[in-house]
């Protein structure tokens, strides 16, 4: 049983880097500048950052903790999630 616990997470841990290598393969092909040349240096990780940061989805929920690291609840959650979103 633990061998087979140790190969399903190596296994897992190989899949998972390979998703976001395909996110930033993707974001780095986009990185072009007006004219449709490629960019480079800082400009093409600026690019890139804002193209991985743009793909994914803020999880307020998940981030509404406290200090302690223990989830809230109530008014306190809804508060913390509001402001996470902006005051929509």
Do not use: N, R, W
């Not at 950052?49 to 302690?68: H, I, Q, R, W």
């Not at 509001?82 to 929509?88: A, M, P, Q, T």
Request: aromatic share 6%.
């Amino acid at each position: 049983m633990k061998k087979l616990i140790i190969a399903l997470s190596i296994a897992l841990s190989f899949a998972l880097p390979t998703y976001a290598f395909a996110d930033q393969a993707a974001c780095e092909a986009k990185a072009i500048s007006k004219d449709g040349k490629p960019l480079y240096g800082a400009a093409k990780d600026a690019s890139i950052k804002k193209c991985l940061g743009d793909a994914k989805p803020t999880d307020c929920e998940g981030k509404a903790v406290s200090k302690d690291g223990k989830p809230l609840y109530g008014a306190a959650k809804a508060a913390s999630i509001k402001k996470c979103e902006g005051g929509k």
